[in-house]
Structure formats: C-alpha cells, structure tokens
C-alpha cells in the first residue's frame, strides 16, 4: 500500500514538473515572443540572430560634427567584403584579385584560413570600390565602414556607449523596437543627447550559418540599411576639432597627468575645447570623470571674486596700503612687502583679502556669496533649458554646482573668513565657472550660459533645433566693476612680479589670475600636493578666448598649469592665423 503511495505521489510530481515545463514552453513560443521577459525580449529576432551572421557597416547611432561639420568620434573607412565562398568561384576570384592588385593564389590562401566574411581596408581607393561594386557579385562588397576614430578625441566630453539593457528599458519604455543589444549614451554627451543619437536601423551584411555557425554558401547575402534620409541626426557642437587635438597633445606633451583645460569662445559663449585628463579605458570606465565639470578648491583664482565685492563697496582705494609681510592670519612672515590693492592681487597677497573679506563682511554677511553668484562661481553655468520634448534639458553631463560657505557659523570665525577669502576652506568651483567667469568680466560683466552644442541637425542637413546664445538668469556685476577687474587682471601678467608675468611675450595680450590650493594629501615622498590653476583671458583689447588649465594633485614645483597655458595661447594664436 505504501510502495502504491510512493508511486502515486511521484508520478504527480513529475506531472506536476511537466506541466510547469510545458507551461514555461508555451510562454516562450506562444504567447510572449515578442516581449519576453521585463527586458521585452523579442525572441523571435533573437532566434533569427542565432542563425545568422552579420557584418555591421554602420550602427546607424547619430554622428557628433565640431563647428566645420567634421565628424569627432568616427570616421568613414573604405573597405572590401569578400564572402568565403568566393574562393570557389575561379572567374570571380580573379577579377576581384586583378582590381585589388593581388594574386588570385594571395587571396584563395586568404579566404581559405577564414569562416567569415574577409574585410580588406589597406590601399582601397574610391576606383577599386566602384570596380569591386560594378560586378554586382553577392560574395564581393565594397563599402565605407563607419569606424570608431581611434583618436577618440575629448573622450570625458563627448563620452561614450555601452550596452545597457537594464537602463535602455527604463530610459525608453516605449521604444520596443530597439534590441537590447542596442549601445546607449552612459556618459559626457552621448549621455545627454543619447534621445536625439539612438539609432533607427543599422547598415549590415547578413548571412545565414548552419547548427556549427558555418556559413550557408547557397543563401544570397542581404544587405540592410537606414532608408530614412533624415536619420540618423547629428548633434554639431561648438568644439573645434583642430584646437582640441592642440590641447590634448599640449597637456600630453608637458606631463599633466591629472587635471585639464577648457577654451571658450567669449562672444558666442561656447566651448572650443575641453580636455580632462587621465583619459579613461575600456577598462576602467566606471571610474571616469570630466574634471573640468567637477568642483574643486580654486585657491587665489577666487580672489577676483571678493575684489569685485570690494569694488562694489567702494574699498578698492588706491592708496589703501596692506602690511603683505604678514600671513593670512596677520601674523609676521616677511616673504612680501607693503602693497597697495593693485600690487596684492598681482602678486596675489593673502593678508590683503582676508583683511578684505572680514571687514565687508562684518557689514553685509552675504556679499561673497552673492558676488560668487553673479560671476558665476555658484550655479551651473552649462546651457539649460526646454527643447524638443525634454524639460530643462542639459547639455553637459553630472556638471557640479560651486560653493562658497560649509557653515553659516563660520562667517564669524575670522580664521575661516580668512581661508574662504582665498579660496581655500570650503570653496570649490568647477574649471567650467572660472572659464565662464572670465568670459563674463571680458564681455562687460554680462553673465551667459554655456553651450558645447550649436545644433541637432537632420542627415540631409537641415536644422532639426538651435540652441540660443542666452543670458543666465540672476544678477549680473555692473560694467564699471567688469572694467575694473579687467585692468587688475591684466596688471596680474604686466606686474614685474605678478604671478603670471611668464605670459609677457605671448603673442596675445593675456589678462588672467593664478591660484594654489591646499588638497590636504601628500605624496609618497612626503611632499604636499596642490591644485594649481591659472585662468584668464585673450587678447585683452578684444577678448575673444577664456582659458583655464589646471593640474591638480601635485607638488608645487612640478606643476605644468603655467607651461601648459602659455602653449595653449600660442597654439590657439598659430591655429586662428591659419583659418582665417
């Protein structure tokens, strides 16, 4: 009776197991094909996929253009396809081998040690590609690659994509038409603009494969592509791919090995070039970082901020003298002399602004925050707004906010007051404020927000929308304290020992401000690391150019920020003669 039992119960649990099977079955072949599981699988592309092979010509994702229209990332590659079973076909093996110039045995060999499609890019002309194509042969193609540019210039920038199927479900819910083998924008501005770059259809080889994944050679090749002129859309930045590769070979060639640049056009308040370095991997891409978008302790850069508030108060008297042998906490050190206002930012005198900074403050607790505000120095400065169908849409990617202040208590603190003043304690600015602040003080005081976009463009190239050279919204510094900081600026490089008198003989006239902040952290030697910026802007007569270069986390003496700046200016100068 047990041993009956025994047989009965494990007879229903292998019914029961059965039908769960079959039950699972029929949800993977009858009624969840198209959608299957919450990545909405499509099973039967996916199977179709397993059985065949592809050579993908293009993705099809949208391009990024600098402002001459030249692509950044990829490039056009002339290139050969030639099937395996060409080697079978003798008469076509030699007309093909006779327009490539090679020996038809050279290519047999070839095509023999391969189970899939042979691509050939050495020496291909536009000829060889028209003849390769005239013989209208399915085992021979000949075609532009869309390539990734090895160069992958402004990487941290423009960014890059990854597969995602996760995070491609979730951004586009509606989108159940792109395979989750379809690569997304994960970071810089294939993140931002991910919406206007994902692909419609890519351009491809298909072929079918037997069970081992050899080729079908009795299957014709299909060949697939975009149909739709208008795509895929290109988004053609304010970047100029010459002063880019400037850049990144200048901070590559003077050892800056943390840190980076960033180049604005004054007038059109855009970005002609960002560079942030170390560069990112494959490897280590979760770790990377647009330094020029993070904030930073700026060090003295930030004097120009409460010299503007004094300005607007009235104390920038020229006859006011600073006691500069003392440290920033009034106690003697003797490395400077007695200055005037002028002298102290030139020669950037601690003592002078914290003595600055306490006094306005003792009369008006916010002033260094909101004169922070109004250059800038506080809020993002990227290009913000509505467009398409994305609210507040932005164009630079995890760009951070500024600071001014840690603790509200500290406004009564004079040694916290002292620290602030200088840009240390708990002030931080991204290099992208400080370019813009620069730009700002050049144009007069009027502060804009920042574009690295100018346009999303149609394939044909019409323009799908602009995005508009606009004012920032807030408070501006008045023209008369713009005009002001311009000549302090400028007597920072005129100045037989202001901080950034190396600038005298470039072929700009350069108007700037230096900064050194503490990090707090030493080397493996014991020797005290720093933040080492210099920013400004050229020519002084009719600016034109916002430049920042920062090296950060290194010793005082081996910092390149002042080498690095200097060829930048001269490079940017060589490169304007030669475009215009």
């Given at each position: ?83 395996p ?22 290519l ?39 390539e ?45 603009f ?36 208008f ?10 791919e ?81 006691d ?18 002028s ?102 005081g ?7 976009a100018?346009?999303?463009l ?87 150019y ?18 690095a ?16």
């Amino acid at each position: 009776m047990r041993k009956k039992r025994r047989i009965q119960w494990t007879g229903a649990i292998i019914f029961i197991l059965l039908l769960g099977l079959l039950a699972r079955l029929a949800e993977i072949q009858l009624f969840f094909t198209e959608s299957f599981s919450k990545l909405d699988i499509n099973l039967i592309q996916e199977s179709v996929r397993q059985r065949t092979e592809e050579v993908v010509i293009s993705d099809g994702r949208g391009e990024f253009l600098d402002r001459n229209g030249k692509r950044l990332l990829t490039k056009e590659q002339p290139a050969v396809i030639l099937f395996p079973f060409l080697q079978y076909d003798l008469p076509h093996l030699k007309q093909t081998a006779s327009i490539l110039h090679m020996e038809p045995e050279e290519l047999k060999r070839k095509l023999s040690k391969t189970k899939k499609p042979l691509i050939l890019k050495n020496d291909i002309t536009k000829k060889k590609l028209k003849d390769i194509n005239d013989m209208k042969y399915s085992g021979v193609y000949g075609v532009y690659m869309k390539e990734k540019d090895k160069k992958r210039l402004a990487l941290q920038t423009l960014g890059f994509t990854s597969e995602n199927p996760e995070l491609l479900r979730k951004r586009y819910p509606d989108k159940k038409e792109l395979s989750i083998r379809t690569e997304i924008g994960t970071f810089g501005l294939e993140s931002t603009f991910d919406e206007f770059l994902l692909p419609e259809q890519d351009t491809k080889l298909l072929y079918h494969v037997d069970g081992k994944g050899n080729p079908l050679f009795g299957m014709d090749v299909k060949y697939t592509a975009e149909a739709n002129s208008f795509y895929p859309l290109q988004v053609q930045t304010t970047m100029d791919e010459e002063m880019q590769v400037e850049m990144e070979n200048i901070l590559k060639e003077q050892g800056v090995k943390k840190g980076g640049a960033v180049l604005l056009d004054i007038q059109n308040s855009s970005v002609l070039a960002m560079a942030s370095v170390p560069s990112v991997t494959s490897k280590n891409r979760h770790k990377a970082r647009n330094y020029m978008l993070t904030a930073f302790s700026p060090g003295s850069v930030f004097k120009t901020a409460v010299l503007a508030a004094a300005i607007e108060k009235n104390l920038d008297k020229p006859h006011t003298m600073y006691d500069c042998r003392k440290n920033l906490y009034g106690e003697p050190e003797g490395k400077q002399d007695v200055m005037n206002l002028s002298e102290s930012f030139a020669q950037s005198c601690n003592y002078t602004f914290a003595t600055l900074a306490e006094k306005m403050i003792q009369t008006d607790p916010q002033i260094i925050e909101q004169t922070a505000t109004k250059l800038g120095l506080i809020d993002r400065v990227g290009w913000e707004g509505d467009v398409y169908h994305k609210e507040q849409f932005k164009q630079f990617d995890r760009e951070e906010t500024g600071n001014v202040w840690g603790d509200k208590r500290d406004k009564h603190v004079k040694k916290a007051i002292a620290q602030t003043a200088i840009g240390q304690k708990n002030v931080k600015t991204t290099p992208l404020q400080i370019a813009n602040m620069m730009a700002t003080i050049a144009r007069g005081g009027e502060r804009r927000e920042v574009r690295i976009a100018d346009k999303v463009l149609y394939q044909n190239g019409t323009t799908m929308l602009s995005f508009q050279n606009k004012r920032a919204q807030g408070e501006n510094i008045d023209r008369y304290t713009a005009q002001k900081l311009q000549r302090y600026l400028r007597q920072v490089v005129t100045d037989e020992k202001g901080t950034g008198r190396r600038f005298q003989d470039l072929p700009f006239k350069v108007a700037g401000k230096s900064g050194t902040s503490q990090t707090g952290s030493k080397d493996k030697k014991g020797n005290t690391l720093y933040h080492k910026w210099f920013a400004g802007y050229f020519p002084m007569e009719k600016p034109k150019y916002a430049l920042v270069v920062v090296h950060l986390d290194e010793t005082s003496g081996r910092a390149k920020t002042n080498d690095a700046f200097y060829d930048i200016v001269k490079k940017v100068n060589e490169i304007e003669k030669k475009q215009t």
